[in-house]
């Protein structure tokens, strides 16, 4: 007994964090695996010194048997790192965090899927922004952004679009973070100049040269996802919604968007789904996307808060039930904003089982009335806007007809 009890105090008897989610200096230790975590002797002591020997040999048995399940597991790995996440969090220790949210990214690469990529650079983000604001080691954000382009790489080939290579990556990386930075640089110049009470036309004139600068900075970057893509399939049209359709955005608000396409069918409606994807990507290395918008299951288990991206501009989250997923891939259940002219329409209205959207969709329709043309064909969207008024203009006849009735 005092044999083995030596052996635990010596610190070599290792158990993975699963079993005993108490470590420290983690990130000395390994900076590649999780199998090097070793427990805190004094927690494993206090626990082993209550055992007897044979339970204390069986638990020895059984750590050593579920370290070897775990390592082979793809799923507990995901689940160690979210209880290391968790321990982390509740004795704030920043460095930790980082680690293990860089760690949990890791695994999200290698499920290697569209969905499962977007996620890793949401938690690289993150990372990037805790390492910079709790110990700024250049050498560390070196690596992160070494990985945020490797995503872009492994998602560019899901997407099926064409390598631009890591320097062109990068570039864009800093390029497009400095150009809107400049351009919100340039609003609070304008707000500066503004008198202290701006008339109503003055700050009409503000927000509508927030919006043109808004359109002209999306454009910048679906320009630049569809020249990795390639030339699209068939005429389409993007249209903004919400308080970028209105003019009421804030450099840092979110996007609300659709895309219109002339035809709907497979090839078309695959492209324009590969088109938003890599979009996506562009948005979430801008760093202003916060985690619980990416719906990332391990954090949703442990009720994870994200309090330091800065909220700004991002793609309209999916975070929260009932509201969001207003941009082209929809909610992935009910609908989804790649449409034609006609379809995208229908949903002011009743879908195709006679159902008023409205009613399985409460802020959908809404959403939809008021839109503004972003890029592509004006005819579509011009298509677009006759469709709205033609169901709008059958809608009030009945309404008109069961006040009368």
């Known amino acids: 007994m005092d044999k083995i009890m030596h052996q635990l105090s010596s610190g070599t008897f290792h158990i993975h964090p699963l079993i005993f989610p108490a470590f420290e200096n983690q990130e000395k230790q390994s900076k590649d695996s999780i199998r090097n975590t070793t427990v805190y002797a004094e927690i494993a002591l206090k626990i082993f010194k209550e055992l007897g020997l044979q339970d204390l040999c069986r638990t020895q048995l059984v750590c050593k048997e579920w370290k070897q399940l775990i390592e082979s597991s793809f799923l507990a790995k995901e689940k160690a790192y979210t209880l290391a996440l968790k321990h982390a969090i509740r004795k704030k220790d920043l460095i930790q965090e980082a680690f293990y949210i860089e760690k949990l990214g890791d695994v999200y690469v290698q499920k290697g899927t569209s969905e499962a990529f977007l996620q890793a650079a949401g938690l690289y983000n993150y990372a990037l922004h805790r390492h910079f604001l709790s110990h700024p080691l250049e050498g560390k954000q070196k690596v992160l952004k070494e990985k945020l382009s490797k995503i872009q790489d492994l998602l560019v080939r899901e997407c099926k679009g064409r390598s631009v290579g890591s320097a062109t990556i990068e570039d864009q990386f800093e390029s497009n973070r400095k150009t809107l930075k400049e351009f919100r640089t340039e609003i609070e110049a304008k707000i500066q100049e503004l008198p202290e009470t701006p008339s109503s036309q003055e700050v009409m004139e503000l927000y509508h040269k927030i919006a043109q600068g808004i359109k002209t900075f999306f454009e910048h970057i679906v320009a630049q996802s569809l020249d990795t893509l390639g030339s699209p399939p068939c005429k389409y049209s993007m249209i903004g919604f919400g308080s970028l359709a209105r003019e009421e955005m804030t450099p840092y608000s979110d996007l609300e968007f659709g895309i219109l396409i ?144």
């Open 262 to 405: 002339q035809e709907d069918n497979p090839i078309n409606r695959d492209y324009f789904r590969r088109l938003t994807t890599l979009l996506h990507l562009k948005v979430i290395n801008l760093g202003e996307t916060i985690l619980p918008a990416l719906n990332i299951p391990c954090l949703k288990a442990i009720n994870f808060f994200d309090d330091i991206t800065p909220r700004g501009f991002a793609f309209d989250g999916a975070g929260v039930e009932g509201k969001g997923c207003k941009t082209p891939l929809g909610n992935g259940k009910t609908f989804e904003l790649i449409q034609t002219p006609e379809k995208m329409a229908q949903y002011i209205s009743k879908d195709n089982e006679n159902q008023w959207w409205h009613e399985r969709e409460p802020h959908l329709p809404m959403e939809l009335l008021n839109f503004a043309h972003l890029q592509g064909s004006r005819e579509l969207t011009e298509q677009y806007n006759e469709n709205v008024q033609k169901n709008l203009m059958l809608l009030a006849k009945k309404a008109l007809l069961c006040v009368s009735t």
